[in-house]
């Protein structure tokens, strides 16, 4: 079936009429603007908002002020709120399966839904939600790349209001523990040569010079970690080109070492994992925890 719906539609789905059968599926991690407005109205395609206010200076979403802004059918999906781990003081937690499951059921999520998710900042919130869809399994799932910014600079149309599902999809969520870190595993890949740990936080923070966004935190890093700012993966508001990528990552072992990404509160650490993804690095492991679990006073090691 897939190789008729490709011969008839195209691998990106350019020439895409809404056929009734056709099953679309994304290209790649990362989507451009074009081919999601060239794909809107494929049935089994979803647009998720999975927008977060950011905490990161200097860093601005577009529907902080304004009228609000909305991608034609897209749903919400709030990771920091509904779609996260239930009776914890760490923020936006991955939730279990079960609890995945069913979030994912709601929004009207199915086994063969093709995934578009997007945030208003352009490339911080969004790759969250790509990679928790990849550690429950669902690998049909990209990130737009430059986000709503992107979409609004293509003057491509929009809506002032969130979609809601029609229906409970059917979306079955297989765990892959693989891509999930705890700071267990973290302390055991810092004793680790064959082991990165690459934190995406600015380097202000990373040598405590700067004071962290969440009070209450210690200044500084873990020790052996490696800083590799998220922004530095960005450019003009997308993510760098592959073989730029692949330039970065080679600077802290790749293709040779393992990476475990971490952050301040386990959301831009997720654009290191999305960056090694284009880059051809597919099992980068998040810290979730990250530096709001690290940086607790308490009994782990900060330097």
């Given at each position: ?52 206010p950011p905490v990161v200076p200097g860093l601005n979403s577009?529907n902080a002020e304004g009228p609000f802004k909305v991608i ?91 979609a809601e599902a029609e229906a409970d999809g059917d979306f ?132």
């Amino acid at each position: 079936m897939l190789a008729k719906i490709v011969q008839k539609y195209g691998t990106h789905g350019e020439n895409m009429t809404n056929p009734s059968d056709a099953k679309l599926v994304v290209p790649a991690s990362l989507v451009e603007v074009s081919w999601l407005a060239a794909n809107l109205g494929a049935p089994n395609l979803l647009v998720l908002d999975a927008s977060i206010p950011p905490v990161v200076p200097g860093l601005n979403s577009i529907n902080a002020e304004g009228p609000f802004k909305v991608i034609p059918g897209a749903r919400r999906f709030d990771y920091d709120k509904d779609v996260c781990k239930p009776d914890t003081s760490l923020p936006h937690m991955l939730p279990g399966p079960e609890l995945f499951q069913r979030k994912a059921r709601a929004l009207g999520v199915n086994a063969d839904s093709a995934v578009v998710v997007y945030d208003d900042s352009g490339m911080y919130a969004s790759p969250r939600a790509w990679w928790m869809f990849r550690a429950m399994g669902h690998d049909n799932v990209a990130v737009l790349s430059g986000g709503l910014p992107a979409w609004v600079a293509a003057d491509q149309p929009l809506t002032d209001s969130l979609a809601e599902a029609e229906a409970d999809g059917d979306f079955a969520a297989e765990f892959r523990p693989h891509l999930v870190s705890d700071y267990r595993m973290v302390l055991e890949a810092l004793a680790d040569d064959s082991c990165r740990v690459l934190d995406a936080r600015s380097p202000g923070r990373f040598k405590g010079v700067d004071p962290e966004p969440r009070p209450g935190l210690r200044g500084g890093h873990m020790p052996n970690a490696s800083n590799l700012p998220f922004v530095r993966l960005l450019e003009n508001g997308a993510m760098k080109p592959p073989e730029a990528l692949r330039d970065i990552f080679a600077e802290f072992g790749a293709p040779e070492c393992r990476f475990i990404s971490s952050c301040g509160s386990g959301i831009t650490a997720c654009v290191i994992a999305l960056a090694a993804h284009q880059a051809g690095l597919n099992d980068v492991s998040v810290y979730d925890g990250s530096w709001v679990e690290w940086g607790t006073p308490g009994h782990l090691p900060v330097v």
